[in-house]
């Protein structure tokens, strides 16, 4: 049985969140869907402030205090999370769902050595036990460390967060992250401020251990040529809507939306000129108006008439390759994969 015959481990639909400030309401999601299986990696795209990371935290239970979910219904492996109460949401977390963040120094400990921090996560979520659980703990968090590729466990385990590179500081957050073996882990722009060699090898490194353990796994990135290359599905969200989702390779040969069409012409590649780059035209919408189109894209789009801005378009569920669009693209419309630039 293909992972796609079988029910999806996440699975969102018609998600909506808000958040109330004072300078108004934030429509920050608005109907998002979203499916993943076991084993599937599962791209996010998006200009920064589409909401892609606003929709990983609300998942989790970790959104802002401000924030409120509005509408649709959220289940992981049949367990409703928006339902779902804050202990059992905090059992989850680390063991059945795990999370790798923007930013790895600030995410970790740093008056606590890296061993440690994961000693703490599979002390509280391993159910580790036993007369010597110092020493085997100790042990399993030198093998984590280990399967992420870090060299010398035995000693990097006493190191210090300031003590490591930037690879070497996200190295240990795929290891606490999994730690205790998840069925789904979310990637937040896990490469982040790390150079394009370090990049490449983080990369590799998320995607073979999710390979290996069939887990799933949602890569949530602005970088369509690291998504093309690790992921097998890509959602593109544009200012909390999900306008396009497709196999990755039918979405670069034919991308239907016109947002999706600009982020690819504007993302370079190893052939790229400068030149050659067509930037996103205009911004993203102020998401606190009480006058915004139906199509968020629609003051963007060269393709826009009145239907866009009075009717909102909506992926067909029953397409393999779906797009929100009234105006989409035509099929002939190609756009070659973009790859990564040479590394030097």
Known sequence: MSAASQPPLLDVRGFCLEFRTRGGTVRALEGVDLVLHKGEIVG???ESGSGKSVLSYALLGISDRAARVTGGSATFGGLDLLQADARTLADLRGREISMIFQSPRTALNPIRPVGLQIEDVLRRHAAATGPDLGRSLRERAVQALREVAIA??????????????GGMCQRVMIALALACRPSLLIADEPTTGLDVTTQAAVMDLIAGLARERQMATLFITHD????????????????????????TRALFAAPRHPYTARLIGSTPDASSRVDSLVPVPGSLPDLRRADLPACRFAERCDRAQVRCRSERPRIDPADLHGVA???PLAAAAAAPMPSEPAHG
């Open 325 to 327: 669009c009234w105006h």
């Open 152 to 165: 010398d466990p035995e000693r990097r385990v006493h190191a210090y967060p300031f003590e490591l590179s």
């Open 44 to 46: 996010l795209v998006g």
């Open 224 to 247: 369509l040529a690291l998504a093309a290359e690790h992921c097998d599905r890509i959602v593109v969200m544009h200012a909390g809507h999900a306008v396009e989702r497709a196999p």
